[in-house]
């Protein structure tokens, strides 16, 4: 199969899309992608890129057309839309030219927000004769509103009637979350929508490493925190559950990564004196599993939304690979998954007394207990998350959207 993969993210950028062509082009689809220049999360472009340049790299047997771009920059919502909308024009402009000449069965867009990058996809799905697949990250205008970013009714309005444009023009749409599906398929009109989970890292399926891990975590009851720090993580719930358990000596949060709210988690752990809180900083995925391996327990957290109680964050599934305990300070479909695989322990988002309280269950049980919710969980992602497994999967998807389209 002759795949165009369209994403406003790629390699050196941290999402998951990448190891997901990865796994496509071992799966045997011929795989080509259409992206921007790396800018996320620092919001300034890479060292050895440039945000004007339209460029054509080969890595690991795979084509990158890269557009340009403008870089998202730090704390500037101006900033964002410029660098939201500069893709959106630029893959609509460029890609067709970057693409001259190449014949494609389908085209996929992976969808974290903005949805608005699959605007130049039904552009190159029309002039290609491909079909189009829309892989649903987050949920549009919902999300705008669940993390304050557009609050005006009539804006979230436009983008619903634009969100309802796109969805239609799609020949499948595929939903992260099973929570997806039905508000997805409101708007989608005769569109079929289909839930496929992200899947987990390809670094947890690999033979562990010899090589010492990249942090060594001090002895005691370490809880890791591992992604993103941004606005949807509840880090003040976090803070202040790292307030309400100082009188546990042994208990210590460990934060690993950045993002847009890193200066103020750092700011107020001093503020607070939180000697039981570690900030460890970015890692690259490799080193992961080896960090993970060490935890006492998995901390993933999400804001009090009926959005974002929807979504099962990716961290969820690495998690479950690393085969440690869970907590689990979140909402509905993320909680839901811990709890069915018997994975961990679950409370309420923005609840810091009830995470304070979970962490302490569970470094109560006696050690076979947390062993059995570790093994529970990575039988549970070896099951519905495995790379392999759901590639083979999202490989018949779209091989059925094309058949379907010959047979018509």
Request: aromatic share 8%; glycine share 8%.
């Amino acid at each position: 199969m002759r795949l165009l993969v369209l994403s406003q993210y790629f390699w050196p950028e941290t999402f998951r899309i990448t190891e997901v062509v990865q796994s496509l082009r071992d799966a045997g689809c011929e795989v080509t992608v259409l992206t921007g220049q790396p800018n996320y999360p620092d919001g300034v472009v890479a060292d050895g890129y440039s945000a004007l340049s339209v460029r054509t790299q080969v890595r690991d047997g795979l084509t990158i057309h890269r557009v340009p771009l403008v870089p998202r920059g730090r704390g500037s919502a101006l900033r964002l839309v410029a660098n939201y909308a500069s893709f959106v024009v630029s893959a609509a402009v460029f890609g067709p030219w970057l693409l001259r000449g190449r014949r494609f069965d389908a085209i996929l867009v992976y969808a974290p927000s903005p949805i608005l990058q699959a605007i130049p996809a039904v552009w190159l799905a029309w002039l290609k004769g491909a079909k189009l697949v829309t892989w649903v990250q987050d949920l549009w205008p919902e999300s705008l509103s669940a993390t304050g970013f557009v609050r005006n009714r009539q804006a979230l309005a436009a983008v619903a009637m634009l969100v309802r444009w796109i969805y239609r023009r799609n020949d499948l749409l595929l939903a992260q979350s099973e929570a997806f599906v039905e508000p997805v398929a409101r708007m989608a009109g005769g569109t079929p929508v289909v839930y496929h989970p992200n899947p987990g890292e390809l670094a947890f399926s690999a033979q562990p490493s010899d090589a010492p891990p990249a942090l060594v975590l001090d002895p005691g009851f370490n809880v890791v925190f591992a992604g993103n720090l941004g606005t949807v993580q509840a880090l003040d719930t976090v803070v202040a559950a790292a307030g309400l358990l100082r009188d546990v000596p042994d208990i210590r949060f460990v934060i690993v990564g950045s993002g847009s709210r890193g200066d103020w988690l750092a700011d107020e752990v001093k503020r607070r004196g939180l000697g039981n809180v570690q900030l460890a900083g970015r890692f690259p995925p490799q080193a992961m599993p080896g960090i993970l391996a060490q935890a006492s327990a998995l901390l993933v957290t999400l804001a009090r939304d009926p959005i974002l109680a929807q979504t099962v964050p990716s961290k969820v599934q690495a998690y479950l690979a690393a085969a440690r305990p869970i907590v689990a300070a979140l909402d509905g479909e993320g909680a839901r998954v811990v709890e069915d695989a018997g994975a961990g322990v679950a409370c309420p988002a923005e609840d810091a007394a009830a995470l304070a309280a979970a962490v302490r269950r569970l470094r109560s049980l006696p050690a076979e207990e947390q062993q059995r919710m570790a093994r529970q969980g990575r039988a549970y992602y070896e099951r519905h998350f495995d790379p392999a497994v759901l590639a083979a999967r999202l490989r018949q998807l779209l091989e059925d959207v094309v058949n379907r389209g010959d047979d018509d």
